[in-house]
């Protein structure tokens, strides 16, 4: 795409946005939707909902109830608590006090609260539970600033003490507060500007201390103002949400979007919930990690292998093979049979719009995968059951998004083009730059951190490497800080093998090592959901994972799928020798960041001993 015309789009989105913040998005949803449900969610097993007027009523007791607590303008508010309403009414309700919300991902430990907490300066903490509370008050002693908590549940533990409310007390204390002081609200929340901070996000610490990434109302009402030229949205649409908001993607994909858009949110408290709810939900905007993607295709292959009924499983089986197949020859430019492509149609209307209808996706309108690389096989094989989902990149310091694939536009093992009034640019070391609103000011507290990754005319150095062809289309080569320099000097990206290793089902996790060394090995842990399945299918007894994972049945087939990944890479990117570790890498252990990525330092350091073992030979 031109420069001009990027420059002209962003000018279009520069006048769209003009001085609003998300004080003025809620106000036209409450004014202009006042009656249509906003959030809803579970309670009791029975579905609950609340529309836009309820919505924004409650922000403005919570708001209230904050400033009767001395928080205002330049203060910062830490939530930790899982995908429920309560949550980002905190976050909007502290906005429209003036002050600036801070969510904080469910797993951290006390440390890691203590340094955040203490790094903003947080003056009040809306927690979710007990589990919550006891790290917060551990971390206390360590932050002067913190002088209330409000507790969404079990705060009765808590009644001689003065500093801990009840969300139920908090919130009558904000309506108290309003009746006294009926204007506080709207005056707070009217003197929010657009360079005023809508949320500090913490990078997860992949590499180190996390940074504060200071995201403006500007950036958060441009980025959805973006988003929605991008793609052809329905008229308040339907969304899930379900992965942390502590991460931009989540926050961006249902929390901001669905103000933006005035849609309906379906909120999930936990991941493992994650398919019924959107059974129930038939969500038209669905965002997810690589990883989710994964389960579903595991699951929904693990469902139709087990049918008993031969002729039905057979079908099926074989309507998948057939339309992998088109969309194969399709992605390579080669002409498909007219049998395959009646047939493909046949199928669609037998066999994929049951499949799409059990999984609750037949209304999705855009399906996104982003946070981390996905394979072109995964989406390829979404495509064939006519659910493309579409690889989006982007990071925290530029809002969320930024290079995405699009209907119409959709180029399989690339991240997209840069959407509408943002600038990329390939550096000549190779390392992705971007340009445009979504990109965020900085690091909060941190100059220099921030001169290391803006530059003075608006670039954001994303710290990725790519390639972009002649249509603008980005391939991510890797990340420059987790390039692999051989023994021989060879650079070599880890992501590659990785992912090929990653798409069978019984694999959760694939960590390249070789900094250094004359040859690549790999540390490969498994599904611990997976495991249980795959083993009743081939005639064995699930124990433990441990025990799994050492067994002869799981060697062969591990080392049957690590050759099959080293035969697609070039010889200097084969893995020479790999293990199996009987451990199950989640973010509670510490080998994953809350939103699924690798964090290759602690598997490195975990398994140093098996890693010399695999080089000392």
Known sequence: MRTEQVLEERKAIDAAVEGMTLVDVLNRNADRFAAQAAVYWKEGGSRQSMNWTEYRDTVSDIAAGLLSLGVGQSDFVGIQAGNRPEHVLADIGTVFAGATPVTLYSTLATPQIAYIAGHCEAKVAILENLEYMKRWEAAKPDLPALQYVVLMEGAENYETVDWVLSWADFVARGKQHLADNPDSVNRSSGAVTTDDLATLIYTSGTTGTPKGVMISHRNVVWTTECTARSVDLPEHPRFVSYLPLAHIGERMASHYMGLWTAGSVHYVPDLSMVAEAVQEARPQVFFAVPRVWEKFQAGLMARLEAEPNERRRKLALGAIDNAVDVVKAEHAGRSVGLGAKIKNALFDRLVFSKIRSGLGMDDLTIAISAAAPVAPELLMFFQALGLPVYELYGMTESSGPGITNVPGANKIGSVGRGMPGVEVAIAEDDEIMMRGGLVTAGYYKNPEATAES?????????????????????TIIGRKKEIIVTAAGKNIAPAGLENLVKQHPLISQACVVGDGRNYLTLIIALDAEM???????????????????????????????????????????????????????TPESGELTPSLKLKRRVVL?????????????
């Not at 495991?531 to 441990?546: S, V």
């Not at 025990?547 to 799981?554: L, N, R």
């Not at 062969?556 to 099959?564: G, Y």
């Not at 990117?573 to 009987?582: L, R």
């Open 454 to 474: 803006y530059t003075e005319d608006g670039w954001l150095m994303t710290g990725d490497l790519g390639k972009m062809d002649e249509d603008g289309y980005v």
């Open 605 to 617: 350091e975990k398994y140093a001993s098996q890693i010399e073992a695999m080089y000392a030979a």
């Open 531 to 585: 495991a249980p399945q795959w083993t009743e299918r081939n005639g064995m007894t699930f124990t433990d994972l441990a025990t799994f994972a050492a067994s002869g049945e799981v060697k062969a087939e591990i080392d049957r799928v690590v050759e099959e990944a080293n035969a697609q890479v070039a010889r200097v990117e084969q893995a020479k020798k790999w293990i199996v570790v009987g451990d199950d890498w």
